[in-house]
């Protein structure tokens, strides 16, 4: 139990009563989740390609291919059947989510066995202008598989 002095009380008592308030009218929530992140889970995994970084350049001679299992502005998390190894280096991350590009720089951040090969977590690492094209790729992915539904449900 928490034990307050009383000259306190009736201020913690006014603060929780405002506190309450904040959040019935929805204004705490929305700091929240301005900061919140989201994360796109494709139904059908991507395909996409990585290299790894050594002595500060890519070596485009061991790229290897990856799953793109879901994505957000600032990760992604992929498998792979390479194993990349206990603390590996960081990563040249090729994808297309709708129509352009995208090449990210990425450190791995966890991985874990799956199947016959691992799964990694990859942090993007503060890439302001990937995050705006991840979002906007995203968003027009999404209108196009949002389209595809409504007419395939208009044809049935």
């Known amino acids: 139990m928490l034990l307050i002095p009383s000259r306190w009380k009736s201020s913690v008592r006014v603060i929780i009563k405002l506190t309450i308030c904040l959040k019935i009218i929805g204004v705490g929530n929305m700091i929240f989740k301005r900061q919140e992140g989201f994360r796109f889970k494709f139904d059908e995994p991507l395909q996409m390609t990585f290299a790894i970084y050594e002595n500060g350049k890519v070596n485009h001679a061991q790229t290897a291919m990856a799953d793109l299992l879901d994505i957000s502005p600032r990760g992604l998390k992929m498998f792979t059947e390479v194993d990349l190894g206990f603390h590996p280096n960081p990563l040249d991350l090729r994808f297309v989510l709708d129509t352009r590009e995208i ?54």
């Open 103 to 156: 090449r990210v720089y990425g450190e791995v951040i966890w991985s874990r066995p799956f199947a016959n090969g691992k799964q990694y977590g990859v942090y993007f690492n503060n890439q302001g202008t990937i995050e705006d094209l991840i979002v906007d790729e995203l968003k027009l992915r999404r209108k196009k598989e949002t389209a595809e539904a409504k007419q395939k449900k208009i044809n049935s």
